[in-house]
Structures are given as structure tokens and as C-alpha cells.
């Protein structure tokens, strides 16, 4: 039997001092397209395969070495860096030797010379894949558990600056822009799934640094965490609504209604679908702030789109259903009277889910001294709307029986009156 020749010892990133130059000088960097591997590669035997790594660990080690010792990072430099720690860390994993690997990654502070090259990128512009492999990269060290968790906090911050602060994707490398974007997905993932805190304590961490950018002055930054927030609920299947402020929760209902109002791309309007989805599902964790969905809802009524309208008179019905009172005061008493405000009365009332709810809010504010004193000119809508014919229509069709009598709003010296109302 043919004796297997020796080989050297591996984890070369564990070898102590410098390595020594053997590497002839770099060439410049290209991408080149990935080839096939030979069909008779796996007759290769074990010992070569183990030996070809080794080389390539070797390699991926001397490069990670020169770029920490270089005064100046030149861009394929940067380049070979960034694979050399994925590559490293693909070769630690598939042999057992995380725990070496990420001491040897804390003690070259890998993950602050990767935050260091994104917060380098200009922001102004797309053309190199620098941004794409340190995402890459990042993702590499986070499955090594090779990062804390406070360089996941900074390096997440970073990586959202390098990409949401970008020009919109027009002005870009639409295809490195593309890529990029989906290494950020891969990377966010990886960080949620690779550490021992618990995933609600990532996600909270993760979404903290998000939202920075949903109040950003610049629509496309906004855009750009919005739909990373949107794939984040996706992946991990799970509600996010209780790890976030109200204010927050807030901003990101009027964010998705706002893209459902606009003429958007396909993939813009699918994120912003699926985290109204997200909402209407868990609209007591959402819907709070009331007065404010429902003055957005007010104006963007006009909107000549059906569906559009149809998507916020569902929202409306839902948070009619679940805030009645918010719902009933906002409609009856703060908005301004018009068409619009008479659309959402009707919806509210006409709907089966609603209209009990709203109807029983109705009969309870009427009688309330607060209410009654608002001067009637304040009161035009609730005057001409609720008479008692429409109240004897609302109730016929929801399921009060008998019809009661109401009290019916006339004006007396310029207050709301309470007067009983005879069957008509």
C-alpha cells in the first residue's frame, strides 16, 4: 500500500510570528468566472485534498498578514483580504477549529479592519465589490462565533451606512447592486443564527440599528431599511412588534401604507405587502397611534387607485375594530369635513367587523359632559351623519334588536343637545 506522505501541521493562523514572504508580488485583481471543478476531482485521494487546503489556508493566512502590516490598502489588496478571511474560516469550519480560528481573529481585530473598510467605501458610488465580500466576510466570522456581540452592533451599523446612503439603484451597477444587497441578507441572517444570546435579543439589536435609517431626511434610506426590516420578519417568522417603541411600530405602518400609495417597483411594493400583512395580524401590537393612521388614511383617500383604496379602507376596518373610540373621535371630530372624512364614517359604520364596536363607542360619547359642550360647528359631520335614520339602517344591519332610541344632536344655543328621537 502506498504510504500517505507527511504533511504539515494545520492551522496555520495558529503558527506564531510573521509568515515569512515566500508569495511572489500580487498581481492586480480581476474577477474571473467561476469554473467547474473536473468530473474525476472526488477519485483525488484524501491526503491531497487535506494538502491542497492547507496550501490555501496557508495563502489566505500570508495575505491576511501583508494587508494588516500595509500602510496603504490598495483595492485588490482589500479584495484578497476579505476572501481570505471567508476562506479561512470555510477550512476552520469544515475541520473542527472555530475556537482556534476566533481567538486568531480577535487577536488580529479582523472584524474592526473589515468595519474600517466599509466606513472607507465612498459613498457617492458602486464599483467595486468591496462592500459585497465584507459582507461576506462578516457573515463568515459571525458562523465562527469569531465577533462579539458589541462588533455585530457597529459592524451592522456600518454596513447599513456603506449600502443605504448609496444614489438610488438607477444610478448604480444595477447587478453589483443586486448582489450586494443579498449579501446583507446573508450576512443579517447569519448574525441572527450564530451566537448564544437569544435570537429576540439579536433581532432587538439588529432592528434598534435599522430604525436609525426609517427616520433618515432621504427617501431612499428610508426605502432601503425598510425593506431589510420587512426580509428580517420573513426569516425569522416571528412577531417584532413588542421589541420596538410604539413611536417605531408607528413609523413603520406609515411607512409600508405610504409605499402601497406610490407607484413602485415590484420588489418595493411586495416588502411593503408583507409587513401590512405582519401588521393587520397583530393589530393591538401595531395600530396604537390611532389618530395618526387614520389621518394618513384621510389623505391619501383620493387617491384614484381602487386597490389603494381598498387597502386603506382594510386598515381603517381593522383599526376601527380594535381602537373604536381613537377611531370614532379622529373621524367624527379632528378631521376636516369632506368627502373624504364622509367615505371613512360610512366604511366604518356599513362594516360588519366595525360597526358594533364603533356604534357602542357612538352611544357612550354622546352622554359624556366633554362631548357635549363642543360647540356644534365643530360637530357638522356627526349633525348631518348620525340621524336617526342612519343609526336605524346601522343597527339593522349589525346585530342590536331592538332598535333603541338614540339620542339625536340638534343645536341648542350653539352646544350639542341631547334629545330623544320618536320613530320615524
Not at 57 to 68: H, N, P, Q, T, Y
Not at 305 to 332: G, H, K, W
Not at 338 to 366: A, H
Request: glycine share 2%; proline share 5%.
Amino acid at each position: 500500500m502506498e504510504e500517505r506522505p507527511p504533511s504539515r501541521p494545520r492551522v496555520a493562523w495558529g503558527e506564531s510570528g510573521a509568515p515569512q514572504e515566500s508569495r511572489p508580488p500580487l498581481e492586480p485583481y480581476e474577477v474571473t468566472e467561476v469554473q467547474s471543478l473536473h468530473s474525476d476531482a472526488d477519485c483525488l485521494p484524501l491526503y491531497a485534498e487535506e494538502e491542497n487546503e492547507d496550501t490555501e489556508e496557508k495563502e489566505a493566512v500570508d495575505i491576511i498578514e501583508r494587508f494588516l502590516r500595509s500602510t496603504e490598502k490598495e483595492e485588490m489588496l482589500k479584495m484578497l483580504f476579505l476572501e481570505s478571511i471567508c476562506s479561512i474560516c470555510r477550512i476552520s469550519k469544515k475541520n473542527g477549529l472555530c475556537e482556534s480560528l476566533a481567538i486568531f481573529c480577535r487577536e488580529r481585530n479582523l472584524a474592526e479592519e473589515v468595519k474600517e473598510l466599509l466606513e472607507n467605501e465612498p459613498m457617492d458610488q458602486l464599483r467595486t465589490a468591496v462592500r459585497y465580500q465584507a459582507m461576506l466576510a462578516i457573515a463568515a466570522l459571525s458562523e465562527m462565533k469569531a465577533i462579539s456581540e458589541e462588533e455585530i452592533i457597529r459592524l451592522s451599523h456600518a454596513c447599513f451606512k456603506a449600502i443605504f446612503c448609496l444614489p438610488p439603484k438607477e444610478d448604480l451597477n444595477i447587478c453589483l447592486y443586486n448582489q450586494t444587497m443579498r449579501a446583507m441578507e446573508k450576512m443579517l441572517q447569519s448574525l441572527l443564527v450564530s451566537h448564544h444570546t437569544s435570537n429576540r435579543d439579536k433581532l432587538q439589536n439588529i432592528l434598534e440599528v435599522l430604525l436609525l435609517y426609517t427616520s433618515s431626511q432621504t427617501k431612499t434610506v428610508r426605502e432601503r431599511a425598510m425593506e431589510q426590516i420587512s426580509k428580517l420578519y420573513c426569516f425569522c417568522q416571528e412577531p417584532f412588534g413588542k421589541l420596538l417603541q410604539p413611536s417605531q411600530r408607528t413609523d413603520i405602518v406609515l411607512m409600508a401604507l405610504e409605499k402601497t400609495t406610490e407607484d413602485c417597483a415590484v420588489e418595493d411594493s411586495e416588502w411593503s405587502e408583507i409587513l401590512l400583512d405582519m401588521v393587520l395580524s397583530q393589530p393591538s401590537d401595531w395600530l396604537m397611534d390611532a389618530p395618526v393612521i387614520v389621518r394618513f388614511i384621510h389623505r391619501h383617500l383620493k387617491s384614484n387607485s381602487t386597490s389603494i383604496q381598498e387597502t386603506l379602507f382594510s386598515v381603517l376596518e381593522v383599526l376601527a375594530y380594535e381602537f373604536p373610540r381613537d377611531v370614532l373621535m379622529s373621524v367624527l371630530i379632528h378631521l376636516p369635513q369632506n368627502d373624504s372624512t364622509m367615505d371613512m364614517w360610512k366604511n366604518i359604520i356599513y362594516c360588519t367587523q366595525s360597526s358594533e364596536s364603533i356604534l357602542e363607542e357612538l352611544c357612550t360619547v354622546l352622554v359624556e359632559e366633554e362631548i357635549c359642550g363642543i360647540p356644534i360647528e365643530e360637530l357638522d359631520l356627526l349633525r348631518l351623519t348620525v340621524s336617526y335614520q342612519t343609526m336605524h339602517c346601522a343597527f339593522i344591519q349589525g346585530s342590536f334588536s331592538p332598535v333603541p332610541c338614540f339620542p339625536c344632536l340638534a343645536p341648542q344655543n350653539g352646544k350639542l343637545g341631547k334629545v330623544g328621537v320618536e320613530p320615524g
